[in-house]
């Protein structure tokens, strides 16, 4: 396998192999990857981005990119495993947990609430505003497909799903990096029934 400096390209490969896509396929949506380091600019790295997650939506089936992606989640431990942790030590209802997690903002960001459905909201910033920031790739020149934002939506659902003690299944609602700047990042998950 190729080696990749850059460490998010690098996660992205290894994700691609854990998920046993085809070499040849891997090496399509990879390709140019090699030549990005941590020194490229912010804007460069973003248009690679662009064009692999433009190859992943030609190359491989809605389900099996979001999970590829969804594997590539970052800040699982530290801190934001002890809060979401925390959360399900000490509060025994569902309601109380997302209430906790609500206010728990270094991990969830702006809001965690119950939709009257019984999904479960997570939005990054509130709705209303002028213009909203990917903080992932603040310096993409256009909109990537959102199939990139899966990578944060898998950070969300792996800590909500320890603060809330559920599986969950998740989809990203919108975010700012696929509109350009003009939504917030949100993500609404399906609460899975108990085994």
Not at 119 to 125: G, P, Q, S, T
Not at 127 to 143: D, I, N, S
Not at 154 to 172: D, P, S
Request: hydrophobic share 40%.
């Amino acid at each position: 396998m190729k080696q990749y400096e850059y460490g998010r390209i690098a996660r992205l490969a290894e994700s691609l192999a854990e998920a046993q896509i085809a070499p040849e396929i891997s090496a399509e949506i990879l390709a140019g990857g090699e030549v990005i380091r941590q020194s490229t600019s912010p804007e460069a790295k973003a248009d690679w981005f662009n064009a692999a997650m433009q190859r992943m939506n030609r190359l491989l089936d809605r389900e099996t990119r979001c999970a590829v992606r969804e594997a590539c989640a970052c800040c699982l431990g530290g801190k934001r495993l002890k809060l979401s942790q925390g959360i399900a030590r000490r509060y025994a209802t569902l309601e109380e947990r997302v209430a906790v997690a609500n206010e728990t903002r270094f991990v969830f960001g702006h809001s965690v609430t119950l939709q009257e459905d019984g999904r479960v909201l997570v939005c990054f910033a509130p709705e209303g505003q002028e213009h909203y920031r990917c903080v992932c790739l603040p310096k993409a020149r256009e909109p990537l497909p959102v199939t990139y934002c899966y990578c944060c939506e898998g950070h969300v659902k792996h800590h909500l799903q320890i603060a809330l003690g559920r599986k969950l299944a998740g989809v990203v609602r919108s975010s700012a990096l696929s509109s350009g700047g003009a939504k917030p990042c949100t993500f609404l998950f399906t609460i899975q029934p108990v085994d």
